[in-house]
C-alpha cells in the first residue's frame, strides 16, 4: 500500500473580498511529483503557506504524515524553497555553510553545538547542488542562480520527506536553470515526494506525474498526468480551465 505524505480536503481561503481557494482536494503519496499550474493570484502560493502553516486554515483539512495539521510537530520532514528575491536579503552577511546551516537549528536547538556528522551533512547537499567550492563565500557574493542552489541545499540538509518549491527557477540564469532542474528529478527519481510552482508549464506538465490546475480563481483541478488528453493540454496552455478530476 502506498505510503499517504499529505491530504488536502475541501480546502478554502480567501483574503479580505478576493477568494483564491475553493474545495481544493487531492492527495498525494510517496515519491508524487505535484505541479500547480495557474497565472499569479490564483491561489498557488497560497496553498503552499497553508500546508507550511504560514497561513491559518479557515475552511477544510490539511492531513501530513497521517496528522491533522494543527497537530504536525515534526517539520524537519517538510523542506521549502521559495522564490529567493521575496524572501531573503543578499547584503545578510553569512557564510553559505552558515545559511545551510541554520536549517539544522531546529532539530538541535539554538544552543547545541554542531557535530562532525552535521558538517558532513552539509558538505554533501552543497556537493549534490554543485556549490562544494563555495563554502566559505558569503552569499552576498554569489550569483542569483548560486544563491537559489543554495537555498536548495538548505532545504535538503534536513533530510525532508517532503519538498515544497514556489517558482524556485525565477531569474536565475540558463546553467544554474538546468542544474536546478537535474537535481529536481534526482530527487524525485530517488522517491522524494515534491511539489512545485513554476511559470514553465511545460516543464511541469512534462515531470509532475499529477497536477494541480488553477485556470481561475478558486477551483483548483487535481489531475493525473497519465489521465491528460489532448484537448486538457490545450486547454492548459491555452489558460482555460480544465474539467477533470482525478
Do not use: W
Amino acid at each position: 500500500m502506498e505510503q499517504e505524505i499529505l491530504k488536502v480536503e475541501n480546502l478554502s481561503f480567501e483574503y479580505p473580498d478576493t477568494p483564491v481557494l475553493r474545495d481544493v482536494t487531492f492527495t498525494l503519496c510517496k515519491g508524487d511529483f505535484l505541479g500547480i499550474i495557474g497565472e499569479n493570484g490564483a491561489g498557488k502560493s497560497t496553498l503552499i503557506k497553508l500546508i507550511l502553516k504560514i497561513l491559518p486554515i479557515p475552511s477544510g483539512k490539511i492531513t501530513l504524515f497521517g496528522e491533522d495539521l494543527s497537530e504536525f510537530k515534526e517539520h524537519c520532514k517538510i523542506g521549502y524553497v521559495s522564490q529567493k528575491a521575496s524572501s531573503f536579503n543578499s547584503a545578510f552577511p553569512a557564510t553559505v555553510k552558515e545559511v545551510v546551516m541554520a536549517n539544522l537549528y531546529s532539530k538541535k536547538g539554538l544552543m547545541r553545538r554542531f557535530t562532525r556528522s552535521d558538517e558532513d551533512k552539509m558538505r554533501a547537499v552543497l556537493d549534490k547542488v554543485g556549490m562544494s567550492e563555495y563554502e566559505n563565500k558569503l552569499i552576498g557574493e554569489l550569483s542569483g542562480g548560486q544563491q537559489q542552489r543554495v537555498f536548495i541545499a538548505r532545504a535538503l540538509v534536513s533530510e525532508p520527506e517532503l519538498l515544497l518549491m514556489d517558482e524556485p527557477t525565477v531569474g536565475v540564469d540558463a546553467r544554474s536553470l538546468q542544474k536546478i532542474t537535474d537535481i529536481i528529478e534526482e530527487l524525485n527519481g530517488r522517491g522524494m515526494t515534491m511539489i512545485m510552482t513554476n511559470h514553465d508549464t511545460p516543464y511541469l506538465v512534462r515531470e509532475a506525474n499529477k497536477l494541480l490546475i488553477f485556470c481561475e480563481h478558486g477551483n483548483g483541478e487535481f489531475v493525473r498526468r497519465s489521465d491528460l488528453t489532448m484537448q486538457q493540454l490545450g486547454d492548459i496552455f491555452a489558460g482555460k480551465r480544465v474539467h477533470h478530476h482525478a
